[in-house]
């Protein structure tokens, strides 16, 4: 499965970007598409996830300002983010995985492919 994250960019604070991320390959509408994060000097971080069924899951830190969803027709993955803040300001990954265990799902090392990253920048 190939992943191709595209969408991000700058924004002021409260504002809102809207993350896809195109997947081809073997059957990726039966992956967890997995959303994270890594900002300078940090370790990458889970955001959110889409299973293949559309079921969500989200870090704490989102706290209902991220919508993450999925087009399987399209095999495109999406993330919503609305009222932006300074520390969400990093380069944002999307992911796939072959499972849909709520602890597996938040560890990026049980990923099984990844896009390149986009860059998303909030403004204070």
């Known amino acids: 499965v190939q992943l191709q994250a595209y969408g991000g960019g700058l924004v002021q604070t409260g504002g809102s970007l809207k993350l896809s991320c195109a997947a081809s390959?073997?059957?990726?509408?039966?992956?967890?598409m997995g959303w994270f994060r890594q900002a300078p000097g940090r370790e990458r971080e889970f955001v959110a996830t889409?299973?293949?069924?559309?079921?969500?899951y989200y870090a704490d830190f989102v706290e209902g300002r991220f919508t993450a969803s999925r087009d399987n027709a399209k095999n495109t993955a999406y993330l919503q983010m609305n009222s932006l803040k300074p520390e969400d300001t990093a380069v944002y990954y999307c992911?796939?995985?072959?499972?849909?265990?709520?602890?597996?799902?938040?560890?990026?090392?049980?990923?099984?492919?990844w896009g390149q990253g986009t860059q998303v920048t909030v403004s204070s």
């Open positions: 992911a796939a995985i072959y499972s849909a265990h709520v602890a597996t799902i938040q560890v990026s090392s049980k990923y099984h492919y």
């Open positions: 390959g073997r059957s990726p509408s039966s992956y967890t």
């Open positions: 889409t299973s293949r069924t559309g079921d969500t």
